[in-house]
């Protein structure tokens, strides 16, 4: 079983305060690979937003400048809330790869952080800055396909909010990490689940806010996924992989202004910031494609979320999440390794 630890204990105890190249290819192969990199740089539009041509469909949120911002700001609010870029007690990383990196703003921060590391991010979106620090680099590819990179390679894998809603298979994913890893290397995954949490009253079931949230486990479930994937099945699946000291450290993302703490109050404000603004860059594709409602629809649903959000945001919810981490052992190490 997976330690179970808090992020301080004011996290655990919040108190209130009262987001035809067909035509190319006779030419030659400079002017078809401009041609490709031009439509993935395009991206493709759906009811009014921009979403990735490689492996198109298969993520579901968009990838233009309004879900930029949100995703800026949903990761401004796991700093603050974390109080760090990760977790892992990795010292002086060699290179560092983001799994699923978005707009590069976390492998930005950690490689100015770590001028010595070479950090490399990897998204099916190419929504990452063209000015960026000489030691990273960003690729467009899947994750879940084979890798390229030699094994035994990286000091820090880190990925977040990829098994949540992302990633099909969890063991081949560990599995992948795994083999890349260094010997004495870390994977460390920040989870957020779309699942509210409250710790001084009941959640009705009807409240648009919970609907909203049951809607969106339902729709990302018919494309083999989840949103609310078991924190405690990650680090098995890790310690299946051959991870050992692998930790599972729980803690609660306020959704609004009402923790006391101050940089819990500052998280849990661009948190709600984050999903305020950013609500229809996560619901929309989900709800027409999967579950479908019209366009139309989803706006009037949503409308009422929004107001649900605004009225909970002093009312003590949050999003249940999870630091899960743990390290590749060196060969001569036991495959097994328990904390007490």
Known sequence: ????????????????????????????????????????????????????????????????????????????????????HFLSPVENPGRILDLGCGTGIWAIQVADENPNAEVFGVDLSPMQPGWVPPNVKFEIDDVEDTWTWPEDHFSLIFSRLMISGSIQNLAKYTQQIFRHLSPGGYFESQEVQIRLGNDIRDIPEE??????????????????????????????????????????????????????????????????????????????????????????????????????????????????SAVVYGRKPPRNEPAESENP
């Open 1 to 84: 079983m997976a330690d179970e630890q808090q992020i301080g204990a004011d996290n655990d105890h919040v108190e209130a305060d009262e987001q035809d190249v067909d035509s190319a290819l006779g030419d030659d192969m400079s002017t078809l690979t401009q041609s490709v990199r031009s439509s993935i740089f395009q991206g493709r539009y759906e009811n009014g937003r921009r979403y990735h041509v490689y492996k198109d469909g298969k993520y579901f949120m968009p990838e233009d400048e309004i879900e930029q911002e949100r995703m800026d700001m949903q990761h401004h609010a796991i700093i603050t809330t974390l109080g760090r």
């Open 207 to 320: 409240d648009p806010l919970a609907l909203w949230c049951k809607y969106m486990r339902d729709g990302i479930e018919r494309m083999g996924r989840s949103l609310a994937p078991d924190l405690d099945n990650i680090g098995v699946e890790m310690r299946n992989a051959g991870f050992v000291d692998v930790v599972v450290r729980p803690f609660k993302l306020p959704l609004g202004t009402w923790p006391k703490d101050k940089k819990l109050k500052q998280g849990g404000s661009a948190q709600l910031v984050a999903l305020y603004q950013g609500l229809q860059s996560i619901s929309l594709a989900l709800f027409t494609r999967c579950l479908g409602w019209s366009p139309e629809e989803v706006e009037v649903f949503l409308a009422q979320v929004r107001n649900d959000m605004i009225a909970k945001s002093k009312q003590g919810f949050y999003f249940y």
